[in-house]
């Protein structure tokens, strides 16, 4: 392999404008395998993120993981001359990142059409609220608030207490996800066809989990049922859901096929139970599933936690612990993976984060460099690739351009 090579994507172009989580995590994504992304910061302020806890010492815990294998330039792309800059790097760039409401972005002379001028062969991906279209498209948006949008909120939490969002961000970090594949799909549609021209890929926030809930959609056009709050996995499969062990330990098992039932009763030496009309398949035990929960739960209640996982990791049964994080860290499997690497920290020396997924065999990705400090690659990016002099870079500090 070559010792420049960083990833399938090394040699792709990416300014990244967003803030915050969702955009940002696209292209974290994108630079670790091996994208060269720039992340274009407000001068003395810098992403919001950078503000956003956990903390030590006054340092964001976040920023080490969310902003690593990014450069940082602070430029002000409303002023005339943070305009003339950014277009010249637009020129050198294959993919755009941003996720400012609707319309500004066009409202500070910068939409699409016009940048197009500068690059036409130009990757832009816009992520909102609620996307670029539609009566809500002005409206702001941030992740949890999209959650309870899209459907997902209303399905979380037990049916007598109020609707329970996600304890983290779920919704930006999946939207993420699509960033990625969206600006990896439009790169292939360009390159691999030969396109002279690039196009606009947009999404709202709330679309990403949307997508997931397609047994939610179906039900209710098929049945007219509105799917009321669960704890768990609800009327899917039958057993599933969270146990407690002997010796207080909490795990998940969950039989979502009839052969995976099987192995368990083997297991519980319960064989009875797949000659019952039942318990046979998935579809009986849904309609009798308190009391295949109640034979579970007391077969589980019988073996502490290392016993119960050798019993069912033997006959193929899916079931793992409720790990909290000290438990992950302690996990030989999290370490042999590379679950949890360190990254340099300019005041605090090191930060474990996640490490880089997927693996790829010829071309793995890599953490290159830490979460930049804010304008730290201004005279790299200005000088080295744009051919300014001190005294302009000089200059546009003194006027607050970078």
Known sequence: MNNNNY???????????????????????????????????????????????????????RWPGLARN????????????????????????????????PGTLEKWGLSYEELKEENPQLIMVRLSGYGQTGPYSKKAGFGTPATAFSGHTAIQGYIDRPPVSPSYSLLDYITGVYVAFATVSALYHRDVHEEKEGQVVEMGLYESIFRMLEFLIAEYDQNKKVRDRSPGL???????????????????????TD?????????????????????YTNSERLKNDSEVQEIVSNWIKKHNLKE???????????????YTIEDIFNDPH????????????????????????????KTPGKIRHRAPELGEHNEEILGNHLGLSEAEISTLKEQGVI
């Open 259 to 279: 052969s995976t039932f099987d192995r368990l009763a083997d297991a519980m030496n319960r064989k009875d139970m797949l000659e019952d009309d039942r318990y």
């Open 70 to 101: 990014k450069k940082s330039l602070t430029l002000d792309i409303r002023k005339e001359a943070g305009k003339n800059i950014f277009k010249k790097l637009i020129a050198q760039t294959d993919v755009l990142i941003e996720n400012f409401r």
């Open 234 to 256: 609800s009327g899917h499969s039958s057993p599933a859901g969270t146990y407690a062990t002997k010796d207080g330990k909490f795990v998940v098992l969950v039989c979502s």
């Open 334 to 361: 999290y370490q042999a993976r590379d679950n949890i690497v360190e990254v340099e920290h300019p005041r605090l020396g090191k930060v474990k984060v996640p490490g880089v997924v997927p693996n790829f065999s």
């Open 308 to 322: 119960l996982t050798e019993i069912l990791d033997n006959y193929g049964v899916p079931i793992s612990p409720i």
């Open 7 to 61: 990833g399938p994507l090394t040699g792709l172009k990416i300014l990244d404008i967003s803030t915050m989580i969702a955009a940002p995590f696209g292209a974290t994504l994108l630079a670790d395998l091996g994208g060269d992304v720039t992340k274009i910061e407000l001068p003395g302020k810098g992403d919001t993120l950078r503000t956003v806890g956990p903390w030590k010492d006054g340092e964001a815990l």
